[in-house]
C-alpha cells in the first residue's frame, strides 16, 4: 500500500476525529483514542493472509482490516454502522450523550465513516467496506469468509453470544475475537465465567471477565484454539483520561477500580482467543 503526499494529508488528518491511531505516511499518526499498534504482537492473528478472505467486523477506522491487508489477504471486506443512531449502545448513553467522554465524542462520528475514507485513500487500500451491523451478517448476503477478526465490540452490544452466533455463520475457517474484559475479576476467578452488567450511562452492555468472554464464545459454537491472556490496549491522544473519585469510593465500586486500572495501566484491558467455528 502506498501513501498520499504528507502536507496535504496531515491537513486531512487533523480535520477528522479519529478512534483508531493509524501511521497513514512517515510522521503522519491519526490521533486515535485508542492506538492498538502495541497489541498487534499480542492478538494471534496468523503472521501471513495470504490467499485468504478476510472480515473485519466493527471497523471504525479500519485499523484492523489495513492489518490484514498487510498480511496479504486477497480480499478484505470491513463492517460497521455509519450513524450512531443506529448504534448498539445502552439508549441513555445515546440520548444523553455521556458516552466515551461525552457528546464532543459522539458528535465527532455523525461524520459516518470519514476516518476510514481518509486512511482508505491515503494507504491506496483495496478494503471494501459495507455499512452494516454484526448482527446482519449472514452468508446470503456477504458470503463466507477464510478468516474474521472481531475486536472491541462485544461490550458496546446487548446481545454478544448473538453476535457471536451471526459471525461464526459466516467464519468458513478461523476466527479472532479480542475484546474488553475486568482485570479483578478475571485475576480473581479465572477460571469462573463473569459478566458484570452495566448498561445505564456508559456506552456497554456487559463487562466480562477473561472465562466470561471464552464462554460467549463456546456458547455460540465456537472451539477455542489459542489464548492471548490478559494484554492492555494503549489510550491514545484522544482519549479523554478517566476522572478518579474520592480514594474509598474509587476502590469500594467496580466502576472506580476499572477507571483507577485504566489510569495506572494507561489502557483497557483486553483479552483474544483464535476460534474455529463447530461443525
Same mark, same amino acid.
Given at each position: 500500500?502506498?501513501?498520499?503526499?504528507?502536507?496535504?494529508?496531515?491537513?486531512?488528518?487533523?480535520?477528522?476525529e479519529w478512534y483508531h491511531c493509524l501511521e497513514l505516511a512517515p510522521g503522519v499518526v491519526t490521533p486515535g483514542h485508542f492506538d492498538a499498534r502495541p497489541t498487534v504482537a499480542r492478538v494471534p492473528l496468523p503472521a501471513?493472509?495470504?490467499?485468504r478472505r478476510c472480515l473485519d467486523v466493527g471497523t471504525w477506522d479500519g485499523f484492523w482490516a489495513?492489518?490484514?491487508?498487510?498480511?496479504?489477504?486477497?480480499?478484505?471486506?470491513?463492517?460497521?454502522?455509519?450513524?450512531?443512531?443506529?448504534?448498539?449502545w445502552p439508549p441513555r448513553s445515546r440520548l444523553d450523550g455521556s458516552a466515551l467522554g461525552g457528546s464532543a465524542f459522539v458528535g465527532g462520528?455523525?461524520?459516518?465513516?470519514?476516518?476510514?475514507?481518509?486512511a482508505h485513500r491515503a494507504l491506496r487500500s483495496s478494503v471494501r467496506r459495507l455499512?452494516?451491523?454484526?448482527?446482519?451478517?449472514?452468508?446470503?448476503? /456477504?458470503? %463466507?469468509?477464510?478468516?474474521? $477478526? !472481531?475486536?472491541?465490540?462485544?461490550? @458496546?452490544? +446487548?446481545?454478544?453470544?448473538?453476535?457471536?452466533?451471526?459471525?461464526?455463520g459466516v467464519c468458513a475457517g478461523e476466527a479472532v475475537v479480542a475484546d474488553t474484559v475486568e482485570l479483578f475479576p478475571t485475576l480473581l476467578r479465572p477460571r469462573t465465567p463473569t459478566a458484570r452488567l452495566e448498561a445505564v450511562d456508559r456506552p456497554w452492555w456487559w463487562l466480562p471477565n477473561a472465562?466470561?468472554?471464552?464462554?460467549?464464545?463456546?456458547?455460540?459454537?465456537?472451539?477455542? /484454539?489459542? %489464548?492471548?491472556?490478559?494484554? $492492555? !490496549?494503549?489510550?491514545?491522544?484522544? @482519549?479523554? +483520561?478517566?476522572?478518579?473519585e474520592r480514594p474509598l469510593r474509587t476502590l469500594l465500586s467496580a466502576e472506580?477500580?476499572?477507571?483507577?486500572?485504566?489510569?495506572?495501566?494507561?489502557?483497557?484491558?483486553?483479552?483474544?482467543?483464535?476460534?474455529?467455528?463447530l461443525a
Open positions: 500500500m502506498a501513501t498520499r503526499p504528507v502536507p496535504a494529508l496531515a491537513d486531512e488528518v487533523a480535520s477528522v501471513s493472509l495470504a490467499g489495513f492489518e490484514m491487508e498487510r498480511r496479504g489477504a486477497a480480499e478484505v471486506v470491513a463492517i460497521d454502522i455509519d450513524d450512531p443512531d443506529r448504534w448498539d462520528f455523525k461524520s459516518g465513516n470519514r476516518g476510514f475514507e481518509v455499512d452494516l451491523g454484526v448482527h446482519q451478517l449472514s452468508p446470503e448476503d /456477504v458470503g %463466507r469468509f477464510d478468516f474474521v $477478526f !472481531l475486536g472491541s465490540l462485544l461490550l @458496546h452490544l +446487548r446481545d454478544p453470544v448473538g453476535a457471536l452466533a451471526a459471525l461464526r472465562a466470561g468472554l471464552e464462554q460467549m464464545a463456546r456458547s455460540a459454537g465456537f472451539d477455542v /484454539v489459542e %489464548r492471548s491472556g490478559v494484554y $492492555f !490496549l494503549p489510550l491514545g491522544p484522544g @482519549h479523554p +483520561r478517566p476522572r478518579l472506580g477500580r476499572e477507571r483507577l486500572v485504566v489510569r495506572a495501566r494507561r489502557g483497557i484491558p483486553h483479552a483474544a482467543f483464535r476460534l474455529r467455528p
